[in-house]
């Protein structure tokens, strides 16, 4: 049973930065694609950056050059450092293992697929 644990969350002012972590257990092999999302009150749940067992990358156009996702393949641990936060990136912030096994790894296919939850980590950007 696969499980994702995130850490990392908290409340920050605008411009700061904070790290988010994702342990992931259960597998038996490395997982393709991993990914974090995020959920605004009221809003939609959001595909924030994905990144595939090459470590290829892809973000969401709101968080590009602020946000760096990275993954540890040797303890499947997944990263998200995030850098001049501002108040629209209040969230909650949730790690995501997609069952794709090969081909696109992006928000877009991770959200159409089949995947695992974290519990996700509240993040809270004051201006």
């Known amino acids: 049973q696969v499980q994702l644990v995130e850490s990392g969350g908290g409340s920050v002012q605008a411009g700061g930065s904070l790290r988010l972590s994702c342990a992931a257990s259960?597998?038996?092999?490395?997982?393709?694609?991993m990914a974090w999302f995020r959920q605004a009150p009221g809003k939609e749940r959001e595909g924030v950056a994905t990144?595939?067992?090459?470590?290829?990358?892809v973000y969401a156009d709101s968080v590009e050059g602020r946000f760096t996702i990275s993954i540890d393949n040797a303890d499947n641990t997944l990263y998200l450092q995030m850098n001049s936060l501002k108040p629209e990136d209040t969230a909650m912030y949730y790690c995501?293992?997609?069952?794709?096994?090969?081909?696109?790894?992006?928000?877009?296919?991770?959200?159409?697929?089949?995947?695992?939850w974290g519990q996700g980590t509240q993040v809270t950007v004051s201006s």
């Open positions: 995501v293992a997609s069952r794709i096994r090969g081909g696109t790894c992006s928000p877009q296919s991770v959200r159409s697929s089949s995947k695992y």
């Open positions: 259960g597998y038996t092999y490395s997982p393709y694609c």
């Open positions: 990144i595939n067992r090459y470590h290829n990358t």
